[in-house]
């Protein structure tokens, strides 16, 4: 199984950048594809942002041009890159890890990443 944790979230300016990170544990050599999502109070969670084992990501359209994926070489770290955050990108941030087999992660807490306008 893989567990994820994640971390990076704040309250930011407008125009202000964050980095968050999701650190996976576990069995990560299992991990096909690593992905973030959000949600916002009242509205349903959003696929945000996907990376694959070999490195091949993609990125929703609301956001396309200021987030980005990435991970670390150890593999067991997966960010995601915010800058221009606008106040719609207020929203609890989550990681979830899908393996081969086609188990997913917990979903855990998430951060909080709020944009004051």
């Known amino acids: 199984q893989v567990q994820v944790a994640v971390s990076g979230g704040g309250l930011v300016q407008a125009g202000g950048s964050l980095r968050l990170s999701c650190s996976a544990s576990g069995s990560i050599f299992s991990i096909a594809v690593t992905a973030w999502y959000r949600q916002a109070p009242g509205k349903q969670r959003e696929l945000v942002a996907t990376i694959t084992s ?27 890159q915010m800058n221009s955050l606008k106040p719609e990108d207020s929203a609890v941030y989550y990681c979830n890890c899908r393996t081969y087999s086609g188990s997913y992660s917990d979903w855990g807490q998430g951060t909080q990443v709020t944009v004051s306008s």
């Open 54 to 80: 070999g490195g091949d990501t993609n990125i929703a359209d609301s956001v396309k041009g200021r987030f980005t994926i990435s991970r670390d070489s150890a593999w067991n770290t997966v960010y995601l």
